[in-house]
């Protein structure tokens, strides 16, 4: 950009700085929610919860399910950003 066009489009610096800050925290939140590896820790420990008797069949099954289906998303989440 030239000295004339900087000089234009000054009164928008904050609303840059805004969008910027927000990009910033989306990608960070994105980064968070997407990331598998607490999703299989919760896979491992609800496997012991299982071995140790602390929880029955039909609550492992129901919660690994759910819990597979967000590897599925996330899964499907990577697939797409990276085309």
Do not use: N, S
């Amino acid at each position: 950009m030239g000295l004339f066009t900087q000089l234009l489009t000054l009164p928008l610096a904050p609303v840059r700085g805004v969008v910027w800050v927000v990009e910033q925290v989306t990608a960070a939140a994105e980064a968070e929610y997407y990331d598998p590896a607490p999703v299989w820790a919760a896979l491992r420990e609800l496997e012991r919860q299982l071995q140790a008797g602390e929880i029955d069949e039909e609550t492992f099954d129901r919660r690994e399910d759910e819990l597979l289906d967000r590897l599925d998303e996330i899964a499907a989440f990577e697939a797409a950003r990276g085309q």
